[in-house]
């Protein structure tokens, strides 16, 4: 049984989303979450502390990425799957085209894979398109064997996640237009959530 809810920092509110139940649907702007005040001095301060600290936050992701490409090519000479896809990566490309809005899961690694597959067949069976993303090559394999029969058939497509940068998020949204975003776990990411909220897309976030 997969139990899903909304994540807020703020407050929730209980929403109802074709095709797989009752939820819980918030706002994930970033680490800090101005909602958590009420207008004012402290508002404003909230706002502005969240803005600095995904700031900084991008910004030494910005100097780590080299350090974490090159993480990424000394695994490559044992797992030659941490080498393919860079392009997914950085988030180069364009996805695929869906008939229909669909809805974007992201799993981190195998475990969330499995842990989403009870709602990854649920989905499947109601014929909605759905978007895969994970971190890892091992969960972009099992995801892909998961979802093999309606990736053949153009209703679905699993890819890796780009790098938490505002720009490549921003842009990945906008290619995919999902109806909805879904998160295992507590997989989340702070400029990703920010760039959800920012195309007022509802984000929820999934335990099993």
């Known amino acids: 049984m997969v139990v899903t809810h909304g994540f807020s920092l703020g407050r929730l509110k209980p929403i109802t989303l074709p095709h797989l139940g009752t939820f819980h649907e918030g706002a994930c702007t970033s680490l800090l979450n101005p909602s958590l005040f009420s207008g004012g001095f402290f508002y404003g301060w909230a706002g502005y502390n969240a803005a600095m600290s995904r700031f900084v936050y991008t910004l030494l992701l910005v100097l780590l990425t080299p ?24 988030g180069l490309g364009h996805p695929q085209a869906f008939k229909q809005k669909p809805i974007w899961l992201h799993c981190a690694s195998v475990g969330e894979v499995n842990a989403a597959q009870a709602l990854i067949a649920h989905v499947v069976t109601q014929q909605q398109p759905l978007f895969v993303t994970c971190f890892t090559p091992s969960g972009k394999t099992r995801a892909q064997a998961l979802l093999a029969e309606a990736i053949a058939q ?46 007022h897309l509802p984000l929820i976030l999934a335990s099993a």
Request: a positive charge.
């Open 67 to 90: 350090v974490i490409l090159a993480y990424f090519a000394w695994r490559s000479r044992r797992e030659p799957a941490y080498r393919d896809a860079w392009g997914e990566r950085l």
């Open 154 to 199: 153009g209703r679905a497509q699993v890819q890796f996640l780009p790098l938490d940068l505002p720009w490549l998020m921003s842009r990945r949204l906008k290619q995919v237009q999902p109806s909805k975003v879904v998160v295992m776990e507590t997989e989340l990411w702070p400029n990703f959530c920010h760039a959800v909220r920012a195309q």
